[in-house]
Every structure is written in structure tokens, then in C-alpha cells.
């Protein structure tokens, strides 16, 4: 009997404890409903549903000449609300799936229209409001896509229903000219800020807009509302001083001349004398794979021993202070020259003992050069390094993209400073310049002595309007006399005539420069290791100079003088520059054209204000191209060289007569997709010009 009681206690306990349970959390049920309700429907909600930033388009960054270089391509997302319509016109969902399914399928061709039927149907079973249809879609897709059933909005038994595609909108960053610049173009993110994106990144991202989202399933953030409450305003545009032409001129130059040197890295720079706009700039690294890369912009950011190319300032702050001219002659004996503890030797055995100043630079003879500054700055060295930061050498530039190296140029003030460093300084070592340092000084002597800062950003617009412009900084007005400029600037055009870089003369113009050869420290290793740095720095046409430039190539393991390693690089882009720039050509821009014959020349269809530009400069100032195509004579040869071209968005275009780039373009901006068959210009095409048919439409283009 007490063993029966026992356990009923025991039973009543644990279903008394169990009911006590099931109460307690009833009424935690009840309280957290209706007292705690609202607090935490407001935390749901937090999570859930928030005000989300909707990205502004970012501004376009454009060449000199108006080329893109880097533009944001919206692409979108693209959702079904099976809900937009309600449950009660299931009808009308019914009477019009099928076809959205049919058109989805043969639009985007990833499934069977049966397959996108089963989706859309489920959805609408599931009460879904967010089904997943395509990623990354275009705006002219899009476009299309809005002319779907469900997803436009349409009327049906006199009641308006709205459309069932939700479309996401995302901002793509796209460089229509692949690697062309890519370095200096740069990229931005919450951490790095490189080359102009990121230099100019406030006035590229525009300002954000906002827009109520709600979070779904896998954490995916869609539009609570169609539309945005607070619209982004788009970024304004950076025009850039980079010239397309010249940048890919540059960029295929050293790439080709790094292979056959064998190198590691190099880089290149061209920039106009007057203004400092600099129009190439071009870096390249061999990666792992042996494949040459914008990896790292050594042009700016690298400082190393600028070696022979540093003489220049050398010899003309020698000159400048009255110690030695073109004519003085330094005795250079078996090519050695033996200071404290080390012993300067020339890279070939002299011709003679007895040389000029001007041979000496010429031939790039290191104990000329030395022995000059150790003689003449030995007991004041402090003349020497003053004379050279009076140039501002040892000053960063200020350049409008980030990463600039800072300059050492030391001074007997400085710690590492020994009984060395005035010799090591006159050739080029025991100091840091960058590439681009090094070119504004060559830039000044060929702008007469005036030193400005390097351009790469010319102009900032918002909607076509000018935000601002930027000229050309000056750093130094007048870096030495107008006498001592005189003097060598005869020695850099000597260099091309009888000394290191005569093979790098061009019959059709003048040009100035100096080859530079410099070993590289390896770190722990010093200078044992043999690695060289090859450069060449100089300007064109020497008469009256217009562009300055200079290459470096790192480790070359095929030679590493600068004449013969970089040096190519400097000829063929100045020849590729020269043939291209009318303006350097004697005033043949100028020139009246002699015909041969009664025909004008013929172009390729294409850009008014290009053809315009062409045959200004060849002297035609305008001529009937209208008539020429139909094959009329013009006997006054004096109308303006176009065709006017509209293209309409489902007008098939006229592309007969145009070169494939032209031709496409007009054919996908009018909304055709074309297939391409054959080379040259455009001869026939298979839909007829002026046709209207729906976007998307494939055309056969044929070029011969």
C-alpha cells in the first residue's frame, strides 16, 4: 500500500510540475504578445525590413580625347512577385503565364519553358513574392525582358494590374579598354584607393540614394517598395590627360622590348613639355607564369639609384655655378678613378685620356663626371646638394594619384651621409628618385629651365558641366640660367649625334636625351649580385621640343646598357608619336595637298568630327561626301566630310561603308545583335537600313 501511494505522489507531482510548466510558458506567450509585442516586432523588423543605400552610377572616367577608359554598366538583377497579382484574378495570372514562360525560355535560353512554368507556378502556389529569375542582367536587356506578359503593366476587364518583375539595380565597373592604363586608372575600395578612382573617388561615387528593403530567404535584400525614396545623384566624370592612341603605342612598345630583354619589370612615360599633361604611362611585371602585367605603378611609386641619367643634373649644376663648360677638359686616364676605399671605373676603356666636358657627357664616363663634382665640390659639398634641392629634387611632386615615392636626395646634413656620397651622388647613386622625378627634370631643361608638376587629370564635369579645371603646377620657374640650359641641352642632343644614343637618331626628326645604366642593391646582398637597372631619358623634337619621355627597365638579363635596352623602347615610341602628330611635322599640317587626279579621297563611314579633324589636317577643309558616295562628282569639292547618321532604337542603321568598330556600335546601340563575317569595311548587311523590328534581332554584317 505504501509502495501504491508512493507512486501515485510521485505522478501527481511530476504532472502538476508538468502542467506548472505548460502555464508558465502560456503566460510568457501572453506577455511577450501583448507587453513585450511591440518591442520586439520593432527588433523583427530591424533585421528585416531597413532603409538600405542605393548606389549612385559612378562617374566616367574619359581619355584626352574623349575615348572611355573606365565607365559603370548597370546590371540587374531580376525577381518574380508572384503576388503583384492578387489571389483573386488568378484567372488573369493563368491566361498569361504560359507565355511568360515561353518568352523567359527563349529569351534567356538557361531553361525549358517548362521549367520556367514550373517555377512561376510554384511560386504563385507558395505565395512567393521574390523568385529568383537572372543575375546580371543588362539595361537593354532589361529593356526587353519589361515587354514580357505579367511583366509589364497591362489592363484586363477595364482593371490596371502592375507588373510582376521586381529588378534589382547593381553597378558594374567595366574598362572598355581592358589594361590599356589600368594601373593609373586604378580601383578603389573601403581600404585601398589607387590611380584616379581612387584619387578622385568622392567626386566619381556621386552620392548614394535610399530605398526600404526587405531581406528574404539566403539573406538577400530586395525592394519593399517599387520605388526609390531617395533618388542617388550619379558622379561626376574625370577627364584624364591619357591619350589612347599613345598609351597603347607605349604599352605595346616596352611589353615587346621586355621580352626580348628578358626583364622583370619597366615602365614608361610620356608627358607633354609645356603643360606637364602626362599621355602614356605604362608598368608592367612578369608575373609567375611569365606573363607581363599592370601589377605596380614603378613610375611613381618606385625609388631607386637613377644611375648615368642623373648626370644631368651633375654636369649642369657644374655649369650653372661657372666651375667647368662644355669645352673643359678633365684628364680621364685608363678610365679609373680611385677615391677613399673605392675605385670609380668607366663601363669601356677610354679612346683617349684627354676628353671635353661634352664628350665626357656624351660617352657617359663616370670618372669624368666624378672626378669633375669631387674637384670642384670636394671641400664645400653642401654647394652641391643645395644647388640640387633649389630644383626642388628632394620634394615630392604633389601628384593627383596616390602612391607617390618620397625623394631622398641627401645632404652632408644626413645621418648615412660619408666620404662617399658627393662621388656616389654625381653618377647617380646614394640617392632615390622615382622614374617620374626624374623626368621632371629632363622636362625643365626642355622647357627652359621652367619645372611643372605632372598632369593626369585635366578636368572634372558633372552633367557636362566643368567642376573643375587644373593647369599645369609649377615647382621652380627657373632652374638654372638661360646660358647653362643653352649648353646642355647641345650636350643632350650631342648624346644622340656622337655619343651613347646615336643609334636611336631619327632621320626625321631631332631628339635630346641620356642612356643610364645603374646596378640595383639585392638587399642583403648589396650590389654583388649583378642585377642592372637600364634607362633612357630625353625629349623631342630637340629644336622645340613638345614631348619629353623616359623608360626604365629593371633586371634585363639580354645586356643591360641603357642605350640598347631601353633606348628602343624611347625610338620607337617617339617615331610611332612623331607619325602621328601632324603638328611636329615642319607645318605639313599646313600644307597645301597636290591631287592626283579629280577624286577626293574616300574614308570609312564613321565620326564626323574625326573625318572633319583628317581632312583638315591634310589640307581638304570640306567636300560633298554625299554626293562622292553616290559616285557624283563634285566640281566644288568645298562641302563639309559627313553623312548624317541617326540611330533609333529598333531602326536597323545604315552601317554599309563603315569598319567594324563604327558598325558595331551602331548596330548595338540601335538594339541588333550582329554576327561579323569577313575583314575591312562594311559592304552589305542582311536586314534592310531603316526597318523597324524588335530589339534583339541578329544581323549579318559582311566587311571585305
Given amino acids: 500500500m505504501n509502495i501504491r501511494k508512493t507512486i501515485l505522489v510521485r505522478v501527481y507531482l511530476a504532472f502538476g510540475l508538468m502542467v506548472f510548466g505548460a502555464l508558465a510558458v502560456f503566460a510568457k506567450l501572453i506577455h511577450l504578445q501583448y507587453i513585450d509585442g511591440g518591442e520586439w516586432r520593432a527588433i523583427a523588423d530591424s533585421l528585416t525590413i531597413q532603409e538600405r543605400v542605393v548606389e549612385a552610377a559612378r562617374g566616367n572616367i574619359y581619355s584626352d580625347d574623349g575615348s572611355l577608359l573606365a565607365t559603370s554598366v548597370p546590371e540587374y538583377e531580376l525577381r518574380f512577385d508572384a503576388m503583384a497579382i492578387p489571389e483573386e484574378y488568378n484567372d488573369v495570372f493563368n491566361s498569361r503565364v504560359d507565355s511568360l514562360a515561353f518568352r523567359l525560355s527563349d529569351f534567356f535560353k538557361d531553361r525549358s519553358s517548362r521549367q520556367y512554368l514550373a517555377l512561376l507556378r510554384e511560386a504563385r502556389a507558395k505565395k512567393q513574392r521574390y523568385v529568383l529569375i537572372k543575375r546580371a542582367v543588362s539595361h537593354q536587356d532589361l529593356k526587353i525582358v519589361k515587354t514580357f506578359p505579367l511583366f509589364n503593366n497591362f489592363r484586363e476587364n477595364k482593371k490596371r494590374f502592375s507588373t510582376s518583375l521586381v529588378a534589382v539595380r547593381q553597378n558594374k565597373r567595366i574598362l572598355p579598354f581592358t589594361n590599356l592604363a589600368a594601373r593609373t586608372i586604378g580601383y578603389k575600395t573601403d581600404e585601398v584607393r589607387v590611380g584616379l578612382e581612387g584619387a578622385y573617388g568622392d567626386y566619381i561615387d556621386g552620392k548614394s540614394g535610399a530605398q526600404m528593403m526587405q531581406r528574404i530567404a539566403g539573406g538577400v535584400w530586395v525592394p519593399l517598395n517599387r520605388e526609390i525614396e531617395v533618388a542617388p545623384v550619379d558622379g561626376s566624370d574625370i577627364i584624364s590627360t591619357i591619350d589612347v592612341n599613345m598609351q597603347d603605342m607605349a604599352q605595346r612598345a616596352l611589353e615587346k622590348q621586355l621580352k626580348i630583354s628578358d626583364a622583370d619589370q619597366g615602365c614608361v612615360i610620356l608627358m607633354e613639355v609645356k603643360t606637364g599633361e602626362v599621355r602614356a604611362i605604362a608598368n608592367f611585371t612578369r608575373d609567375k607564369e611569365g606573363v607581363y602585367r599592370e601589377k605596380y605603378n614603378y613610375a611613381i611609386a618606385h625609388g631607386a639609384d637613377p644611375g648615368s641619367t642623373f648626370k644631368l643634373a651633375s ?22 678613378y680611385k677615391v677613399p676605399a673605392h675605385t670609380i671605373r668607366d663601363s669601356h676603356a677610354p679612346k683617349k685620356s684627354q676628353i671635353t666636358v661634352k664628350e665626357a657627357f656624351e660617352e657617359s664616363s663616370n670618372v669624368a663626371i666624378t672626378k669633375l663634382i669631387n674637384t670642384h665640390y670636394g671641400n664645400q659639398p653642401a654647394r652641391f646638394t643645395s644647388k640640387l634641392h633649389s630644383w626642388g629634387l628632394h620634394q615630392p611632386l604633389g601628384l593627383q594619384i596616390p602612391g607617390e615615392a618620397h625623394p631622398i636626395v641627401k645632404t652632408p646634413k644626413s645621418k648615412s651621409w660619408s666620404k662617399l656620397s658627393l662621388v656616389q651622388m654625381a653618377y647617380g647613386y646614394e640617392l632615390k628618385l622615382t622614374p617620374l622625378q626624374t623626368l621632371v627634370l629632363y622636362n625643365a631643361v626642355a622647357n627652359d629651365g621652367k619645372m611643372v608638376a605632372p598632369l593626369f587629370v585635366k578636368e572634372i564635369q558633372h552633367l557636362g558641366n566643368t567642376v573643375q579645371r587644373f593647369e599645369a603646377r609649377v615647382i621652380n620657374k627657373q632652374i638654372v640660367s638661360k646660358q647653362t640650359l643653352g649648353k646642355i641641352r647641345g650636350m643632350l642632343e650631342g648624346v644622340m649625334i656622337e655619343g651613347t644614343g646615336k643609334r636611336l637618331s631619327s632621320p626625321l626628326y631631332t631628339a635630346a636625351g641620356k642612356t643610364g645604366t645603374a646596378q640595383m642593391a639585392d638587399d642583403s646582398r648589396g650590389y ?14 630637340a629644336n622645340n621640343p613638345k614631348y619629353s619621355m623616359i623608360v626604365v627597365i629593371r633586371n634585363p638579363r639580354n645586356g643591360y646598357y641603357g642605350g640598347s635596352v631601353a633606348g628602343p623602347v624611347f625610338k620607337e615610341l617617339a617615331d610611332m608619336v612623331y607619325a602621328n602628330d601632324l603638328s611636329l611635322q615642319g607645318g605639313f599640317a599646313h600644307r597645301k595637298v597636290n591631287l592626283a587626279g579629280e577624286t577626293m579621297p574616300l574614308t570609312l563611314v564613321g565620326s564626323k568630327e574625326s573625318s572633319t579633324k583628317v581632312y583638315e589636317a591634310l589640307g581638304y577643309t570640306r567636300f560633298n561626301w554625299n554626293l562622292l558616295a553616290q559616285g557624283v562628282s563634285d566640281s566644288t569639292k568645298r562641302g563639309m566630310p559627313f553623312v548624317e547618321r541617326n540611330i533609333k532604337e529598333g531602326v536597323v542603321p545604315n552601317v554599309i561603308g563603315m569598319g567594324l568598330v563604327d558598325a558595331l556600335f551602331a548596330m548595338e546601340n540601335a538594339g541588333f545583335k550582329a ?16 526597318e523597324k523590328l524588335k530589339s534583339g534581332t541578329q544581323v549579318a554584317i559582311q566587311l571585305n
Fill in 315 to 336: 654636369y649642369m649644376a657644374a655649369l650653372d655655378d661657372g666651375y667647368i663648360d662644355t669645352s673643359t677638359v678633365v684628364d680621364i686616364g685608363n678610365g679609373t
Fill in 528 to 541: 654583388g649580385a649583378r642585377r642592372y637597372q637600364s634607362s633612357f631619358a630625353g625629349y623631342f623634337p
Fill in 675 to 690: 554576327q561579323v563575317y569577313g575583314k575591312g569595311k562594311v559592304v552589305s548587311q542582311s536586314l534592310i537600313p531603316g
